[in-house]
Each structure stands twice: as structure tokens, then as C-alpha cells.
């Protein structure tokens, strides 16, 4: 294998610390990018990675040309060939990682080192494209650190150190840039789509869907990802009330129910008490606003749909906040139209014939009692024999029939689909709401917390005089579902450590800042900036504005680190320094350096003073004048034992 390197640029090659660093810097790009990349991949550029560093520490070279354009060409198909394209956020950090690793066959000069730092740099911002969370962006932050060791390695008349030592300044040099760096993000113009205009990911959590059938919502609880944060107005609602109402499911084919295209004008609705709120919706792509079961009016830029959906203008890419105020106790749509009451009572055929025939015989029983109908089907979820969990046992073509009457296991998405269509089967307008119900209430944060794994479905039914009556089956089985929320309610089907009631609660806490860091850093848009300026005294927060303040500020900083490095200028000499730190050791011992004289008769004078470190004084003197006089340069290595012996010296007191 390393006959198939070749010797290249002998005259100037970069040293083995400084390549050492450079491969730390990939190394870091790649473990930070590990998570969102095929792990074949990550596995196979490590690989590449790994035989690299040790085939240049044998023997320096670069890598031939007829073995780098294979493997170039062979990164592109094989990113191709699993993402289907280059473009979009998996392909093209994908593409970037390997880039970069491949970059380093061929990096033997400062020249190429820097070019792929550079590049490392690039590739490691673009892991904030998969993850723009607090724990993330410092991750990546700190992943520049061998990226800057790597260029301070660069520099030239440096001594050698270990490599730990090499990251010391490079924190000072990321600290020093802090300052800077938060100006930067105050002024620098707001903008009102992402920089890079990056496509979304193709995998992208969505959450809820406009669709479901019994099992698709085992994934969405046990993801423990925030979906929502609400702040009230007024006092927290029970938990009974804690219904977000996302999708309503007229269409049922069977096997799924299908939420239907929904109008501009809301059905009636009467309510006497209305509660006002605020939600802050994590991305999601998908355009459906959840809102506290019914919101009576949309937010800006949003609609309120025929059923009292709310949709959005355009899918929510971004985090998203949105005010809404809902009906607490109403009569929603207390007239039925004939066109709606078909649909609500709409069953495909040859579906199910032991719950239509159940059905018939409630019907034959109670004629047009609504009422017992709905408490009969409940009371046989309770009394039957019936149970609540995430794994239930997966079910045929007549599902209802299968669930009913065989498994009896399962979750909300069971129990609403089989009580809808119990309903609908015995002549009860009836339909399917998905969205979310419970939540954590967060009192450092006063705000309740949302979790993907709080998605629910529920029933509505419309009842004579009452309208629709939201019916939540799932509680009959299991009431812990409402009154506690999921926790208590998946816990029966979770294992391992999300299981750990300590553990959630901890994330539920730690969730304040995330909070912050969503609202504040994330979600730092032209209106917040214009609010944070607007007290400094900085009204129009136009772009021309915002750059002039930024150049300004840059000049500024510019100009204090050059006062600071001319401050510095006169220590940039080691030896010098080292000399006047081996003076103000002798003058704290009562020895102090007359300003006309040479270190020669300094020290010579000192070792007078001090007859007891007689010896050491002369050895300094000694090594001092050679590395001073004897060279163009002092040698690396007599200079590092120079510096150590003055840090090694210890002077007495003179004795008078």
C-alpha cells in the first residue's frame, strides 16, 4: 500500500504534528456528522481516515492520481446511489464529509493544510443544518478547536509541544473570538428564509399526518422530541381539557381514515367560556397548526378550516409561534346538514360484519338513544377485557372485527377508529380527531410542554341539541391517559432508560433552556432584534444600518487586537521573555537588574549574591549567551530547556 503513495513537495512537507492535527480536525467532522450519515459510510471513511495517518507516518507522500479519482467518483455514486441526488441536506454533508477526508490523501504542503481546514470548518457548520439545539451548536463549537491548532501549527518559529498543549491556545483564540462573534449575531441583517436555501431533509420528523390507521402512531409514542410549548393566559387547564386539536377524519376506507379537504368557513360553534394562549410549534413540514380543542379565530397568515382546523400558509419549516384563543365549553355545529351527516356515517362495504352486526343489535336495542349507544360501546372497552398498549398484536383486513373481537389490545388509534365506526354503524354521526392531549406543566418555565409521544386520537360524535360531543375511548381503557397524561400511559409499554420517570423529568426541566435557546438564538428574528437594538438607541434596523454598525464594530475590535498584539510585541522573543521572567525571579529574591547592565555581569553578579544557587546561575548564564549569541535563531530544543530551568528556579533570599 505505500508503494502506491509517491514522494511530493520534499523541500516543504508538512510536520507529523501538524498533519497529526489536521486529522484530528476530520476526525471531529466526521463523528459530529456520524448520527445523520450511513453508517457504511462513516465505517468506510474512517477507514480511508485511519490508513492515511498511518501510511504517512511511514513515509510522506501524496496519494496517486489514478487511486484519488477513483475514489472521488466512487463517493459521488455511492452518495447518489443512496440518496438518489447530491442535493439536500443527508447527500450534501455526505458528500462534503468524504470530500474532505479524500482531501487529505493529497495534503503534504501549509498550502493544502490550509485549504482543508478551511474546508473542515465548512463542513463542520454544516452539521448545525441537521441539529440547531444548544448542546449541538456547542459541540460544534468546540470542534473548531483542532481546526485552530491545526492553523497555529501552521505558523512558523514555533516550538514543538504535546498535543494537548496545542489545544490551550486555540481555546484563548476561540474565547477571544466570543466577543466578536455575539456582535456579529446581534447586527448582522436578519433574513426571512435560511442562509444556504438548503431543501428540507428528506427525513425530517413530520409528526401527526392527514392520515392514520391502527399502528401508525407507535413511533410518534415513543419519540420524546418536543412537538409544542403552550403558555396561558389564564390559569392551566385541567387535564380533561387538554386536547390539541390538529386533523378531523371524516373518510374511512376500511383500513385508514383520511382527513378530507377543508373549507374557508368555519361550522357554528357556541361557547360560553374561552381561554387565550400561546403555542410555540417545533418544525414540523407540515402546514396543520395544533390548537386547544376548538380555537374560535386563526392566527396571522393561518386559517381556520370548516371543522376548526388551523392550517398555515405555507408548511412549518422553522419554529413557529402563534397565538389562538379557544372555546372551553361550546356547542360546536349543533345543527347537522344532510351532506355532513352522510359522511359521518359513512362505512365502506363487505368491512367488518361481526361490529356492523354488533352495531345493529344496539341500534335494535336503543333506537335513536345516542347516548346509551356511546355508553354502551364504552362500557364494553372498560368491562370487556380490554388493554392498553404499544405493541399490540397486528391485525387483519376487517381490522375493527379483529380488534373487537380477537386481539383487544391496543392504543388510541384502535379504540377511536373501533368506536367510530361502532357509532357510524349504528347510526351515530361520528368522526376521528388526531392531535395531541396532556403534557408536562413546567413551572420554571410556566408553560406546558408537548412531546411527539403525547399524539393522540379521539372521537367526536354528534349528539341531538349538543352538537359534537368529544368522546375519548382510549380513557375508558386506560384514564391515566387523560388525567396524567402519555408518561404514565406508555410507561406500561416502554422499557430501558425512557421508561425512567426521574429521567423524563429531568428532560422536562432541562427543556426550559431549550426554550431559550429555541427563542432566543433560533427564533432571533427582525422583530426581536429590532426590540434589542431599539433600547440602545438604534430605532431603524435597516440593512445599510445594521452594516454600518457591524463594520464600525469590526474596525473597533480590529483595532484593540492590534493595540493588544503591539502590547505583546515586545514578549513575542521566548528567550527575552524567559530572560525577564528569570529577572523578576532574582529581583523578588532581592537581585534587581541595573538598567546599563548585560546579562552577563547580571548574572555573574547574582551568583555572587546567591553563593548557595551558584551553580545553577552560571548554567543559566552560560545556556542564556549561546542561545543569544551563538545563533541566528535559538535551537528549539536548548531554548524549551532554557524556559523550563528558569520555570524550575527557585531563588533564596539574598543574605545581607
Same mark, same amino acid.
Not at 501549509?110 to 441539529?131: E, G, H, I, S
Not at 371543522?307 to 365549553?329: F, G, I, N
Not at 537588574?593 to 552560560?622: I, T, V
Given at each position: ?15 507529523? !504534528? ?234 374511512? =376506507? ?143 383486513? =376487517?381490522? @375493527? ?212 544557587? !551558584? ?25 524549551? !530547556? ?12 539574598? @543574605?545581607?
Amino acid at each position: 500500500m505505500i508503494g502506491l503513495f509517491r514522494r511530493s513537495h520534499p523541500e516543504a512537507p508538512l510536520d507529523a !504534528r501538524t498533519f497529526d492535527l489536521l486529522c484530528l480536525s476530520a476526525g471531529v467532522v466526521l463523528i459530529l456528522h456520524a448520527m445523520h450519515l450511513p453508517i457504511w459510510l462513516v465505517a468506510a471513511l474512517a477507514a480511508v481516515l485511519a490508513l492515511r495517518w498511518w501510511q504517512r507516518r511511514r513515509r510522506p507522500g501524496k496519494a496517486p492520481v489514478y487511486l484519488k479519482l477513483p475514489l472521488v467518483a466512487l463517493l459521488a455514486a455511492t452518495v447518489i446511489f443512496h440518496y438518489g441526488n447530491i442535493f439536500g441536506r443527508e447527500p450534501g454533508s455526505a458528500l462534503a464529509v468524504g470530500l474532505l477526508v479524500l482531501k487529505l490523501l493529497e495534503t503534504e504542503t501549509p498550502r493544502d493544510a490550509k485549504v482543508a481546514v478551511a474546508f473542515a470548518c465548512f463542513t463542520l457548520m454544516a452539521a448545525l443544518l441537521a441539529d440547531q439545539g444548544m448542546v449541538a451548536t456547542f459541540v460544534v463549537t468546540l470542534g473548531l478547536l483542532p481546526a485552530i491548532a491545526t492553523l497555529r501549527a501552521l505558523q512558523p518559529a514555533r516550538l514543538p509541544t504535546t498535543l494537548p498543549r496545542e489545544m490551550l491556545p486555540a481555546i484563548g483564540l476561540l474565547a477571544a473570538a466570543l466577543p466578536l462573534s455575539l456582535l456579529a449575531f446581534v447586527l448582522v441583517p436578519r433574513l426571512d428564509s435560511p442562509l444556504w436555501g438548503a431543501p428540507p431533509s428528506a427525513q425530517a420528523r413530520t409528526g401527526l399526518s392527514d392520515r392514520m390507521s391502527p399502528g401508525d402512531f407507535v413511533d410518534l409514542l415513543t419519540d420524546d422530541h418536543p412537538a409544542l410549548r403552550a403558555s396561558f393566559d389564564g390559569g392551566l387547564p385541567p387535564p380533561e381539557q387538554r386536547y390539541f386539536r390538529a386533523y378531523v377524519m371524516w373518510q374511512y =376506507d376500511g383500513r385508514r381514515w383520511t382527513s378530507l379537504p377543508t373549507g374557508r368557513q368555519p361550522v357554528p360553534v357556541d361557547y360560553q367560556d374561552s381561554i387565550g394562549y400561546r403555542i410555540s410549534l417545533e418544525p414540523t413540514n407540515q402546514r396543520i397548526l395544533p390548537a386547544l380543542d376548538v380555537p374560535l379565530e386563526a392566527p396571522p397568515k393561518a386559517i381556520l378550516g370548516t371543522d376548526h382546523e388551523l392550517t398555515s400558509a405555507k408548511p412549518v419549516q422553522d419554529p413557529l409561534t402563534y397565538e389562538v384563543r379557544s372555546a372551553v365549553r361550546y356547542r360546536l355545529q349543533p345543527e347537522l346538514d344532510e351532506i355532513s351527516r352522510r359522511r359521518a356515517l359513512q362505512l365502506p362495504a363487505g368491512f367488518n360484519p361481526r361490529t356492523l352486526a354488533l352495531a345493529a343489535q344496539w341500534r335494535q336495542t336503543f333506537g335513536d338513544r345516542s347516548e346509551s349507544i356511546m355508553k354502551t360501546a364504552l362500557s364494553m372497552f372498560h368491562d370487556g377485557g380490554f388493554s392498553y398498549t404499544l405493541a399490540p398484536a397486528p391485525l387483519g383486513r =376487517d381490522a @375493527v372485527d379483529d380488534f373487537l373481537f380477537s386481539t383487544h389490545e391496543g392504543f388510541c388509534e384502535h379504540y377511536a377508529s373501533a368506536f367510530t365506526v361502532l357509532m357510524r354503524a349504528a347510526g351515530v354521526p361520528a368522526r376521528v380527531v388526531t392531535g395531541y392531549q396532556g403534557g408536562y406543566w413546567n413551572k420554571l418555565g410556566q408553560y406546558l410542554l408537548v412531546r411527539q409521544s403525547d399524539a393522540h386520537a379521539w372521537s367526536e360524535v354528534w349528539l341531538a341539541g349538543r352538537g359534537w360531543v368529544r368522546v375519548d375511548p382510549t380513557a375508558a381503557v386506560r384514564p391515566e391517559r387523560v388525567s396524567l397524561g402519555a408518561a404514565a400511559a406508555a410507561s406500561a409499554g416502554q422499557s430501558g432508560w425512557q421508561g425512567l420517570s426521574w429521567l423524563r423529568d429531568l428532560r422536562n426541566r432541562w427543556d426550559v433552556v431549550n426554550r431559550w435557546w429555541s427563542e432566543g438564538v433560533i427564533g432571533f428574528d427582525a422583530l426581536r432584534q429590532r426590540g434589542l437594538l431599539t433600547p440602545f438607541g438604534v430605532r431603524n434596523t435597516d440593512t445599510f444600518t445594521l452594516s454600518a454598525l457591524l463594520a464600525a464594530s469590526s474596525v473597533a475590535f480590529a483595532l484593540l487586537g492590534l493595540a493588544w498584539a503591539l502590547w505583546r510585541r515586545r514578549d513575542e522573543d521566548p528567550l527575552r521573555a524567559a530572560m525577564r521572567a528569570l529577572e523578576r525571579k532574582l529581583a523578588g529574591a532581592g537581585v534587581a537588574r541595573r538598567s546599563s547592565e548585560g546579562p552577563q555581569h547580571y548574572l555573574q553578579r547574582a551568583a555572587r549574591a546567591l553563593p548557595g544557587q !551558584r551553580a545553577q546561575l552560571d548554567q543559566l548564564m552560560r545556556s542564556y549567551l549561546d542561545l543569544r549569541y551563538a545563533h541566528d535563531s535559538p535551537p528549539p530544543e536548548p531554548l524549551r !530547556r532554557f524556559r523550563r530551568a528558569v520555570r524550575d528556579f527557585r531563588p533564596r533570599h539574598v @543574605v545581607k
